[in-house]
């Protein structure tokens, strides 16, 4: 959540599945600090709403109607790649993750997660981090070694010293200030080099910058 914003996470509950949308709800109303603000049946909708409305974070079902959830996230992304966007589906193929990653969401949770799991990646994306389950890295991993064994880039726009230590301690799951107080530098000096690191990766998010640089060999989980 971005600084000014007030402590409430706003957040809106894409699904096509009026059981599911209200079964979350219920979760959700649990924690004072969480407010749904909208819900979505459709991609269509979910794209409307979050273009329009004041949120923090969307809950995204993959499959649904009229506009599916990945096409949803993208044109969402687009237009606000601030919004945190925390897939919601029972898929845990690789092919879904990875798509997932590359269209920009900030969380990836399967429908059969603990309440007490989903509320703090919630309130993990809503701080800026990044959340995917630990019993899906490893196939993560897996399918990334596939695709760079098969397509070897060169490393046109490799990352200085500092900034890999950066990138190092964002695998690790530390926050900017948690950074900062480690390498003994300002948060705002953190944040530039987030910024340069994105943009050399050719990425918009902390958790495809961490993919990229385990892909290209700069850093280690």
């Not at 709800?25 to 649990?30: E, V």
């Not at 044109?75 to 029972?90: H, Q, W």
């Not at 964002?170 to 900062?180: F, T």
Request: charged letters at 25%.
């Amino acid at each position: 959540m971005k600084i000014g914003q007030p402590s409430l996470i706003r957040i809106m509950i894409a699904d096509d599945h009026a059981l599911i949308r209200q079964g979350l709800m219920k979760i959700l109303s649990l924690d004072p600090g969480i407010s749904v603000v909208a819900e979505a049946e459709n991609g269509q909708e979910a794209i409307d709403k979050a273009l329009s409305m004041e949120m923090d974070v969307i809950l995204m079902d993959i499959n649904m109607p009229l506009i599916n959830g990945i096409i949803a996230v993208k044109r969402i992304k687009e237009s606000r790649p601030d919004m945190a966007i925390i897939a919601l589906t029972v898929h845990d193929q690789e092919e879904y993750l990875l798509e997932l990653i590359q269209c920009g969401v900030a969380g990836y949770v399967l429908k059969d997660v603990h309440p007490d799991e989903l509320i703090t990646t919630i309130k993990k994306v809503a701080r800026g981090e990044s959340f995917i389950p630990a019993a899906l890295t490893g196939k993560i991993f897996k399918e990334l070694n596939r695709l760079h064994t098969a397509n070897k880039v060169p490393d046109l726009y490799r990352l200085t010293p500092r900034e890999m230590e950066v990138l190092q301690e964002v695998a690790h799951g530390l926050s900017n200030k948690e950074i900062a107080h480690k390498l003994f530098i300002s948060e705002k000096t953190v944040k530039n080099h987030l910024t340069n690191i994105f943009q050399k990766c050719g990425v918009s998010d902390r958790t495809s910058a961490v993919l990229h640089g385990v892909k290209n060999n700069w850093i280690q989980l």
